[in-house]
């Protein structure tokens, strides 16, 4: 597991990070590492105020754009803007199959099952059912690699970064056809991408939890929370950070 802390914005009110799979945003468990130990010990390495407040998670085998608060006044601003989607999240993803429509919406109701830590999609009826909303947009198709061979300058940027994070994934699927997504979420609930795309039929690649038909390996879940924005808890300028932006691994 790694041991460094990717930092790609800090200042005495947040921290912006780069969660790697299969690392916990927080956990319980004394013998593993998450993400809160990670800034908490980079903090008190330097010295600074190691207080470290979580404002919003990413599933455990989920990459991605992170935002932690370092005091409470700006866990409760940072807080209040996700919690009223004020925060704009975006994702990228490698989807089974093909789509019938180039971009859509998917709107469902899930029920969380604690014990078992999966969601699944109910009736509206179903007592305390959560409405889910997504947005989807297909960036590429992966058709048994003749897409993939096109030039680096004839590519999009969103096919370009798309092909950089699921690279691993890109060497697996030369056989099967896979859709590069592109996701926004309109609400924030558990699991909620990897249900509602394997309700609609079209389960991400290399998630265990979903996809029934995942085969055994190490590949993660190709699902990367890509970019971030939102307002600074203190002088309400607009933010936004990207998976790839400048930054320093400590």
């Known amino acids: 597991m790694k041991k460094y802390i990717d930092i790609i914005y800090e200042d005495k009110d947040l921290a912006v990070c780069?969660?790697?799979?299969?690392?916990?945003?927080?956990?319980?468990k004394t013998s593993q590492q998450d993400m809160v130990s990670l800034l908490r010990n980079y903090y008190a390495i330097k010295n600074e105020d190691s207080q470290i407040f979580v404002v919003h998670?990413?599933?455990?085998?989920?990459?991605?754009?992170?935002?932690?608060?370092?005091?409470?006044?700006?866990?409760?601003?940072?807080?209040?803007?996700s919690r009223e989607r004020a925060m704009d999240k975006c994702y990228m993803a490698l989807a089974e199959g093909t789509?019938?429509?180039?971009?859509?919406?998917?709107?469902?109701?899930?029920m969380r099952e604690g014990k078992s830590n999966i969601s699944r999609v109910v009736s509206q009826v179903?007592?305390?059912?959560?409405?889910?909303?997504?947005?989807?947009?297909?960036?590429e198709v992966w058709d048994q690699g003749h897409n993939q061979q096109k030039e680096e300058e004839d590519l999009s940027s969103l096919q370009q970064e798309g092909r950089r994070i699921f690279s691993c994934?890109?060497?697996?699927?030369?056989?099967?056809?896979?859709?590069?997504?592109?996701?926004?979420?309109?609400?924030g609930r558990h699991h909620q991408i990897r249900v509602q795309m394997a309700h609609a039929g079209h389960p991400l690649v290399g998630?265990?939890?979903?996809?029934?038909?995942?085969?055994?390996?190490?590949?993660?879940?190709?699902?990367?929370?890509v970019s971030l924005a939102f307002c600074h808890p203190r002088n309400?300028?607009?933010?936004?950070?990207?998976l790839h932006s400048r930054h320093d691994i400590i």
């Open 169 to 187: 994934h890109w060497q697996d699927q030369r056989e099967r056809e896979v859709s590069l997504l592109q996701i926004k979420l309109e609400t």
């Open 18 to 28: 780069h969660k790697p799979a299969g690392i916990p945003v927080q956990t319980a």
């Open 126 to 139: 179903t007592p305390g059912a959560k409405q889910a909303k997504l947005y989807y947009e297909v960036v």
């Open 99 to 110: 789509f019938q429509q180039s971009s859509g919406e998917l709107k469902d109701y899930l």
């Open 57 to 81: 998670r990413l599933d455990q085998p989920v990459e991605g754009v992170m935002v932690f608060a370092r005091n409470k006044q700006a866990a409760a601003e940072l807080s209040r803007q």
């Open 236 to 242: 309400g300028k607009s933010m936004e950070f990207r």
């Open 207 to 225: 998630d265990k939890k979903y996809n029934p038909s995942c085969q055994k390996g190490c590949l993660p879940v190709a699902l990367c929370s």
